[in-house]
């Protein structure tokens, strides 16, 4: 992710779980100066609740702005435009595939319930078109997984950072992105950990293009999904970074796959990288 990062979309149902989500698409947006937007999607009319008080309250949480700080000004002093749209008669992945008809982004920023998987997201053909028309990179917050934006203060606690690296896609790759997209939030040291789960370490190169020297792969075997959470849990990381198999975009990809599974179990938020 060595392209800036110009819009990030943020699904929200205004629950707790995506509270923690909008504290991370929100420091993730002013730190790339890019656009957010905020989207609810009801089956029934709508609430009337809107995005937009939650995101001025966190800034002012934060120290980043006064409460009475109209959309205009807080867009000015922080570099920060916020869309909220209010998706009515419409399920979620309907909703979700309709806004990406008509606005673009990098990344989005999902909520998840952990251990019961991404079952809102993944019922049904509507969000399997969902799956298919999503290329690009998503961030994962998970219930009951300790975040690195702190909801409290805005602060950014990203320190150690596992990278699951195999022979495909090229791990050179993978590093690179996950590494951009942690530059990308004005973190410049971390701890990193390469992790693959066989008996011969892939191909990747000692030192990367900007100078930076990567640590020894660690090999471990047996269940995948098992290895790379335990392997998060051992070293105690804020993030893990890795690429989703299939050309169809990152979400198509995780209906069942590895990448789904660590989501699920995951003690951190993942970053997950489609490989097209």
């Known amino acids: 992710m060595n392209a800036p990062l110009r819009s990030i979309l943020h699904p929200t149902d205004f629950s707790d779980l995506s509270g923690a989500a909008l504290a991370h698409a929100l420091c993730i947006a002013l730190a790339a100066k ?80 952990g251990r019961d998987g ?18 690009i990179p998503a961030l994962f917050v998970t219930l009951g997984a300790r975040g690195f934006v702190s909801q409290v203060n805005g602060d950014i606690q990203l320190r150690r950072v596992l990278i699951p690296v195999d022979v495909s896609p090229p791990a050179d790759e993978t590093v690179e992105t996950v590494l951009g997209f942690i530059r990308l939030l004005g973190v410049e040291s971390i701890m990193l950990h390469l992790l693959h789960i066989g008996h011969t370490v892939p191909p990747l190169r000692t030192t990367l293009s900007d100078g930076t020297r990567l640590p020894p792969v660690i090999l471990r075997s047996g269940n995948v999904v098992q290895s790379i959470v335990d392997a998060a849990i051992e ?28 989501i699920r179990h995951a003690p951190c938020p993942v970053l997950a990288i489609p490989v097209l």
């Open 34 to 113: 890019s656009k957010l937007h905020l989207v609810h999607v009801s089956e029934r009319e709508a609430t009337g609740a809107l995005a937009f008080p939650q995101v001025r309250h966190l800034l002012v949480q934060w120290g980043l702005a006064d409460e009475n700080d109209p959309p205009w000004v807080i867009s000015d002093n922080l570099g920060l435009e916020v869309d909220s749209a209010d998706i009515r008669w419409q399920n979620p992945a309907e909703g979700i595939v309709g806004f990406l008809g008509q606005h673009s982004a990098d990344l989005v920023v999902f909520a998840t319930h």
């Open 118 to 135: 991404l079952e809102r997201w993944m019922k049904g053909s509507v969000s399997e078109a969902v799956l298919r028309r999503l290329a």
């Open 235 to 262: 070293f105690d990381v804020d993030l893990i970074g890795m690429p989703t198999a299939g050309h169809h975009g990152v979400l198509d990809a995780l209906r069942g796959s590895t990448t789904e599974r660590v």
